[in-house]
């Protein structure tokens, strides 16, 4: 089953952070692909732009434009190469230069959308450096618009190939492990860590089945959702049914902890989990502990991975 990822790209370190990390992942995974988009701003765009031949619209442009995207396109070929001499396979790999006379993070959305990607990779400087995430960086502008695409989130070089998903038994965090168990389908190396705290997690054991049958199924969700008893079931039914091996599943279970983004940032570190997948709810709901808590796990975070699942 093929898996797409749109993965923008400036030629800035990040950008070189990100490509090691998804060639460290899915170099084995020929049916997982790659498609580098990078793009120029410019005040204007020439009419008829879609219509006239590359050395057309390259007369048609300013001087500061046309070096930008010239500069840019040779740029993107670096691109490919370095994945590719990191062991991505060409076929696994497509690229883009577009210009845009909108917002940088409008144009990732609208060609995530446009394309049907399964994910959208965003490689960021910093994300431990609280003022960048509210004050308009390209990624969280990507996060605040796109809650339909999961958006991945790398800062810094991410080595490792552990994930952990902080699961709670909600329909949300149910989603991430669904995202994460098609993602990382025949993947032979990864290894998945449940984390589950009865501090940090504990609340009314009330649920909605229909918001289950709606994503899983009716006779799915009867049999394995809503089983705050056993916290671990249906994640690992999830994995395993998607053809995760069981023994690269961990449980991870802890009565510590008093702030659920401080607790799962600091037990990633401690275990060395590169990369951390949270589901998270809707804007419009104002309920559920995950509300806020990927958030604050994105300002918190430095050199690590970390996936939002909406």
Request: proline letters at 4%; one cysteine or more.
């Amino acid at each position: 089953m093929e898996r797409n990822i749109l993965v923008p790209v400036d030629g800035s370190t990040h950008s070189g952070h990100s490509l090691s990390y998804i060639s460290r992942l899915f170099s084995d995974s020929d049916d997982v692909k790659f498609h580098l988009l990078s793009i120029v701003f410019c005040s204007s765009k020439p009419s008829g732009v879609s219509w006239m031949t590359e050395q057309e619209m390259m007369n048609m442009l300013g001087p500061d434009v046309r070096a930008r995207l010239l500069a840019m396109k040779k740029n993107a070929k670096k691109m490919v190469q370095k994945l590719v001499d990191q062991g991505v396979s060409p076929e696994q790999i497509t690229s883009d230069v577009k210009m845009t006379t909108g917002g940088v993070a409008s144009e990732i959305v609208g060609e995530a959308r446009k394309e049907q990607v399964d994910a959208v990779l965003i490689g960021r400087r910093g994300l431990g450096k609280v003022g960048e995430m509210f004050m308009g960086s390209v990624s969280s502008t990507v996060l605040e618009k796109c809650h339909d695409i999961p958006v991945w989130v790398i800062d810094g070089k991410v080595d490792s190939r552990k994930f952990m998903v902080p699961v709670d038994g909600r329909v949300h965090s149910l989603k991430a492990v669904d995202h994460l168990s098609f993602i990382l389908k025949d993947n032979p190396h990864a290894e998945i860590t449940l984390f589950h705290s009865k501090a940090l997690f504990a609340r009314s054991k009330d649920c909605d089945p229909t918001e289950f049958h709606n994503e899983f199924g009716e006779e799915w969700s009867n049999k394995h959702a809503c089983r705050f008893d056993l916290p671990f079931h249906a994640p690992e039914q999830i994995l395993t049914e998607n053809g995760f091996p069981r023994e690269r599943i961990h449980r991870l279970e802890t009565t510590a902890g008093f702030e659920p983004a401080q607790q799962i940032v600091r037990q990633a570190l401690i275990d060395d989990l590169g990369t951390i997948v949270m589901g998270r709810r809707g804007g419009d709901v104002n309920k559920g502990i995950f509300k806020g808590v990927s958030d604050r796990v994105l300002a918190m975070s430095e050199k690590v991975a970390v996936w939002i699942v909406g």
